[in-house]
């Protein structure tokens, strides 16, 4: 099954929800009774939540070239739109793989948001350990932050942002490379904790990939 649930927003401020165009396809109801439904019951819905919209533009060559308002609706008000709606066997499954995308995607940015903080702990103590034993070198830090990177990734943070078209490398990385991230930057503080120089610690740690 396609993706049902979205976010937007980063950290604590990451907000989850559905659209009408999502409930729409797998309950088999036609856009416009859902879009209908979301009208009629807007001053419930409102209750639980601002109701942000986008105006989607279908895409080139396909028939209806009319613009089309997508709601975008988060778990509560989701849950509650479908109980308007009629409880076909389809609705009813709906339903069900909607509860499990919406714990999914929860328990996915709990996991990321844990991973930022261990990160942010371990840049301290990398970027704390390099200050101590490279007081005069001002390229000290980013040249074992990019060693983390590449160790963690493959990529050094500026090749990570043109691959993915992100701003940040951080946005380019899912839950287990940023745990290898976090690995990475442990392990770098350690070996120069014992007297490792640069390519010693690159060797190390470029090893297995």
Known sequence: MEELVFFKGIGSKAKLYTTTEVIAEYTGIKYKSVYESVRNNQDDLKELGVLPF????????TLGGQPKKVYQLNEQQATLLITYLRNTPQVKEFKKALVKAFYSMKQELDQSK????????????????????????????????????????????????????????????????????????????????????????????????
């Open 114 to 209: 844990l991973n930022r903080e261990l990160n942010k702990r371990a840049n301290i103590e990398l970027a704390e350990t390099i200050k101590a034993e490279f007081p005069d070198d001002p390229h000290a830090y980013s040249n074992y932050h990019q060693l983390a990177y590449k160790c963690a990734t493959g990529m050094t943070p500026k090749q990570l942002k043109k691959a993915k078209g992100v701003n940040s490398p951080e946005e380019a990385l899912d839950n287990d490379q940023k745990e290898r991230l976090e690995r990475a930057k442990q392990h770098i503080a350690l070996y120069l904790l014992d007297g490792n120089d640069y390519q010693d610690i690159k060797k190390k740690l470029l090893a297995d990939i």
């Open 54 to 61: 986008e105006m989607v533009v279908p895409q080139k060559g």
